[in-house]
């Protein structure tokens, strides 16, 4: 089991900055990859960013150039940093860890909301 605690999220103006993070403990030698889904109301809950163990990493076209997912290895955190935020950005952020099991572990979401 991996258990995943995230922080960071709120509420900032079209154009601003916010960092998300989320800790991994439990069975964190399985851990694979590390990344974030958001979901928006009435959406489906899609891929940010994920970054694996070895540091390859994917985006979301939408997030490419303004996003960026970051990894500590040894304190097994996973961070996103968001700059130039959008309006079509807000969303519940989650945090995903897949272990090299195949099996898919959830944050419990934190809100993000861009103004405009």
């Known amino acids: 089991q991996v258990q995943l605690v995230e922080s960071g999220g709120g509420l900032v103006q079209a154009g601003g900055s916010l960092g998300l993070s989320c800790a991994a403990s439990g069975s964190i030698f399985s851990i694979n990859a590390m990344g974030w889904y958001r979901q928006a109301p009435g959406k489906e809950r899609e891929l940010v960013a994920t970054?694996?163990?070895?540091?390859?990493?994917a985006y979301a076209d939408s997030v490419k150039g303004r996003f960026t997912i970051s990894r500590d290895n040894v304190k097994n955190v996973v961070y996103l940093q968001m700059n130039s935020l959008k309006p079509e950005d807000t969303a519940v952020y989650y945090c995903m860890v897949t272990t090299v099991r195949g099996s898919v572990y959830w944050g419990q979401g934190t809100q993000v909301t861009v103004s405009s």
């Open positions: 970054r694996t163990t070895l540091g390859n990493t």
